[in-house]
């Protein structure tokens, strides 16, 4: 089909006019369209919408030229005019959606505004601890196990050679749920249970959460992690206990650390010592964190006690061995240098995003 513009061969009546005017519309859509499709802004685009289709713009400029023609000629080149027209507010209403977006996202946009920070999520710092002392005691032969909170008094105190007269086992300092079970106090029965189900050589670390009716302060929680330790196998001595802890503060707080035995007292191990470490904060010199005497307790221990090892069974003749008890917070204190135990138990995310 032919376009209105376009005219059979044998429509001679056509002038050169005719002919240039065509020419000329084409021109100047092909010049507006490029013009319109890389204008960078909303103003540019306004400025080609008048200078090409306004009230004076090129367009009209061509269709006052309409006069020159024939009346046969006018509405082939007024159709096309038209067509051109039409063409153009098209491309102009095309570029002005394109540029839109941009435009409403500049004007809200504020450089000076804080970024939003991805949420990553972390362990918590007791839980790296945990983890930690765990792993250096696995490569010394120790396995990882659990044992129960809620405890029977039995196994909390009795089979610990603690008797119920013990300051331990006392009202004030411990959670009864009923006459017979407890939240337990430490992590200790679990020694029990262990090598009630297992004859040695046993070789365990047994991580969870103790409670005991402490004030809440810059150094006691109520409730509070400690990782419980355990080896029991023919001709463990005291020497291979000294050996295994020394070890292990080497290995957790740096070859530098030193370890110090006290002479201590529980009723479930004898002898039983306090392990302290050289004082990570002040490298032994004194500060506040060690109340100036260079050594931070970490731990209790000892040589298992021959009256815990008839209560599970053990023959007290055959096996001996040590066990120890640590507070995991008092060791993330000393490895982070934090003034307050109670920032590891409150949860507040300002405190425990920095160890993400
Ligand atoms: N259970 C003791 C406490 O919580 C620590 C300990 C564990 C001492 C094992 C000796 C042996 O204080």
């Known amino acids: 089909m032919l376009e209105p513009h376009e005219r059979a061969p044998d429509e001679t009546m ?11 519309l084409r021109e100047l859509q092909r010049e507006g369209e490029a013009a319109v499709q890389t204008a960078p802004d909303a103003a540019t685009l306004e400025a080609l919408r008048t200078l090409y289709v ?18 046969e000629e006018r509405p082939v080149v007024g159709a096309e005019a038209n067509r051109v ?20 996202a500049d004007a809200g946009l504020d450089l000076s505004l804080p970024g939003r920070g991805r949420w990553t999520g972390g362990l918590h710092p007791v839980t790296r601890v945990i983890d930690e002392v765990c792993d250096i005691f696995r490569d010394l032969g120790f396995a990882r196990v659990a044992g129960p909170e809620v ?20 009202m004030h300092d411990t959670f009864y749920l009923s006459d017979a079970v407890v939240l337990r106090t430490h992590t200790s029965p679990a020694q ?46 005291f020497r291979d206990f000294k050996a295994t802890l020394s070890e292990f503060v ?19 191990t004898e002898p039983s010592a306090e392990v302290d470490v050289s004082c ?28 815990v090892f008839a209560a599970v069974g053990y023959d007290a003749e055959r096996y001996t061995g040590y066990a120890f008890g640590m507070g995991a917070a008092r060791i993330a204190m000393q490895r982070y240098g934090l003034p307050d135990i109670r920032l590891l138990y409150e949860g507040d995310m300002r405190f425990l995003g920095q160890f993400t």
């Open 192 to 237: 029990a249970r262990v090598m009630e189900a297992f004859q040695p050589p046993v070789r365990v670390v047994v991580p969870g959460m103790a409670y005991r009716r402490d004030p809440y302060d810059a150094s006691h929680a109520p409730a509070f992690a400690q990782i419980e330790g355990l080896a029991v196998d023919e001709g463990i001595t």
């Open 14 to 24: 056509a002038s050169t006019n005719t002919d240039e005017l065509i020419a000329q």
């Open 151 to 170: 405890e029977t008094v039995e196994y909390n105190f009795t089979k610990l050679n603690t008797p119920l007269d013990h300051p331990a086992a006392d």
């Open 280 to 307: 990570r904060l002040c490298a032994g010199r004194g500060c506040s964190a060690c109340k100036y005497t260079g050594w931070m307790e970490i731990m209790g221990a000892g040589m298992v006690h021959p009256r």
């Open 85 to 104: 027209k039409e063409a153009l507010a098209a491309a102009l209403d095309l570029r002005e959606t394109a540029l839109a977006p941009a435009a409403t």
């Open 54 to 71: 306004g009230r004076k713009g090129r367009l009209t400029t061509v269709l006052r030229r309409l006069g020159e023609l024939s009346h």
């Open 250 to 268: 080497r290995r957790f707080f740096g070859p530098d650390a030193k370890t110090r035995f006290r002479p201590s007292f529980f009723p479930f």
